[in-house]
């Protein structure tokens, strides 16, 4: 069975995408720890990020820095924080995070809400410093 976020990366859930290429894409988290929240998956259906072949790995973090540096520009912040957790989601992924101190990336604070014009706003911003 296809997971979440296969289903996004079809077309068949919706979601605000920020960047995709062949192998990989980015969207905002829909349940975000701050403003820009973005997930970075891969294509391939791989449940445990340290499954994934070394090169595919690579890659991914290379698609990762390119969206981080784009996040950056549209959110200001000091730094985007990265980080994988695998549990929630089968299917390996990296969350990247826009930080002013280190109690933003706190999976366990409550989460920030935004309307859907806010984040198709922030969708566009983020793809425009991609262009």
């Given at each position: ?5 296969s ?49 595919t790995?690579?890659d ?10 784009a ?18 989601v089968?299917?390996?992924h ?13 999976f366990?604070?409550?989460?920030e ?5 806010e ?13």
């Amino acid at each position: 069975m296809a997971t979440i976020f296969s289903k996004i990366a079809s077309g068949e859930i919706p979601a605000y995408k920020v960047a995709e290429d062949d192998r990989f894409f980015a969207f905002l988290d829909i349940n975000p720890l701050a403003k820009g929240h973005t997930l970075v998956v891969p294509k391939i259906e791989v449940d445990y990020i340290f499954s994934i072949d070394d090169k595919t790995l690579a890659d991914m973090m290379v698609f990762a820095k390119r969206v981080a540096l784009a996040l950056e520009k549209a959110v200001p912040c000091k730094r985007i924080g990265v980080a994988v957790i695998g549990l929630e989601v089968p299917h390996a992924h990296i969350h990247l995070i826009p930080l002013n101190k280190e109690s933003d990336i706190h999976f366990g604070k409550t989460r920030e809400k935004f309307t859907p014009e806010e984040y198709t706003e922030l969708m566009k911003e983020i793809e425009a410093e991609m262009a």
